[in-house]
């Protein structure tokens, strides 16, 4: 079983950017890997994903701000974040299907 482990969270203000990392103990390289978040005092809620034909999908809120990026080289998933608003707080997380194991996650904090 791959573990993943998320890395790259910080303090930024309104309007910056952020990369998260997302490495797998396993192969992640040709697996779809996902990216979720969950603000305080709401549900994890879907980010977008990588698919293994390296197809990305995003969620509403995020599209056209937030980038998902493989390196197989590196078993590791990027999460490319710009133009960062308070509502983009919270604790971010990598996984595979089907979702049910996740780790410590990484804290991300937009101040204004």
């Known amino acids: 079983q791959v573990t993943m482990v998320e890395s790259g969270g910080g303090l930024v203000q309104v309007g910056g950017s952020l990369r998260l990392s997302c490495t797998g103990t396993?192969?992640?390289?040709?697996?779809?890997v996902a990216w979720f978040r969950q603000a305080p005092g709401k549900q994890r809620e879907l980010v977008g994903f990588?698919?293994?034909?390296?197809?990305?999908v995003y969620g509403d809120v995020v599209k056209g701000r937030f980038t998902i990026s493989r390196d197989v080289t590196r078993n590791t998933v990027y999460l490319q974040l710009h133009n960062l608003n308070l509502e983009d707080t919270g604790v971010y997380y990598c996984?595979?299907?089907?979702?049910?194991?996740w780790g410590q996650g990484a804290q991300v904090t937009v101040s204004s």
């Open positions: 996984a595979q299907p089907p979702y049910t194991t």
């Open positions: 396993g192969s992640t390289g040709f697996d779809t």
């Open positions: 990588i698919t293994v034909g390296d197809r990305t």
